[in-house]
C-alpha cells in the first residue's frame, strides 16, 4: 500500500510514529518478549538471532491456526508497547499509528481518526512480489486475512492513495498533515 512510505513521510514533518512491523521486529529478537513465549510453543522458528520470520511464515501456511496462536501472544505485547508510545507522547498534539490490520482487528475506535493509505490491486501485488523474501502465496495469505480494501476506504476518516509518483505522494501527506494541525489549533 505504502504505509511505511506515508509514515516516513510523516517522520520527516516532525511526528512521532509508532509502527507495528517494527515493534513486531523488537518483540521477535533473541532476547524480545515474543521470541522467550514462541520457543516454548514453536522451538522450531527460533534461532539464535530470534524468530525466523520465514520459517514462522512456512508453519503458518501449513496451518492457519497458528497465525491465531501467534496473535493471541503478540498481540497483548504490541499493546503495552503502543500505551508506553502513547504515555511518552502525550504532550504532543499529533501521532501517528502504522497499523496493518486496524479494522481486521477491530481498532479503529482506539483512535482519534483513521488514515487509510490505499493502492490498487494490481500496485499492491506488484510492491509486495518486489520484496525478496515474499512469494505468490504469501501475498494470497496476506490478502485471505485482509477486509476488502473499499470497505477500509468507506470506514475512513482519510484517504491518501498511493498509485501516483512519491512527489505527489509527499504533497498530500503534507496537505494531510496542515489539514489535522488546523483542527488541532
Known sequence: MGKTT???MFRDLGVQVWCADNEVNELYKINGAATK???KEYP???TKT???KKKLKNLIHKDNAIL???ERIVHPLLEHSKVDFIRSNRDLPLIVFDIPLLFEKQQESNFDAVLVVTASELTQKKRVLSRKSIKEQDFQLIKRNQINE???IKRADFII???KSLLETKQDVLELYQ???GLLI
Open 179 to 181: 489539514k489535522i494541525k
Open 37 to 39: 513465549i514462541l520457543f
Open 6 to 8: 506515508v509514515s516516513n
Open 50 to 52: 530470534g524468530v525466523d
Open 68 to 70: 491465531k496462536k501467534v
Open 150 to 152: 473499499q470497505e477500509k
Open 44 to 46: 522450531s522458528v527460533v
Open 161 to 163: 492513495n498511493t498509485d
